[in-house]
């Protein structure tokens, strides 16, 4: 396989098609892996449920920590995490239903590269958005 690492548009083949340079973006497992959890909300999401003492958070738990999420797009992201194999989602059979979230170990095993992530923004926040963190 080919993986391609740059932008389409800068790929130096200009004969390629445009079916030819779809299926090259969908053979790049950079792209296909960060579309999936690349966002904001996927990220803090990730690094609350591993925050949390327990690992373990309700709905209403996750949305407490992300108010400024409106809870169409917390639900939406958690879908799409779960859908991911990134996060758990476990239903009690109960009323009203309670819904549990936490981290797969697919989901676990990210953490180190998101936690070194954050450590690179705090360390370049100046550089990066011309402000100085309060």
Known sequence: HRYYFIPLQDIKDKTMNKEEKNIEYVSCPIRQVINRFGDKWSLLILYTL???ETGILRFSEL???MTDCSQKMLSSTLKTLGKSHLINRKIYAE?????EYS???TGKSLMPVISSLIGWAKEHFDDVTGQKIR
């Open 50 to 52: 591993s925050s949390s």
């Open 63 to 65: 949305h407490r920590h």
């Open 95 to 99: 009323v009203p239903p309670r819904v």
């Open 103 to 105: 981290l797969t170990d």
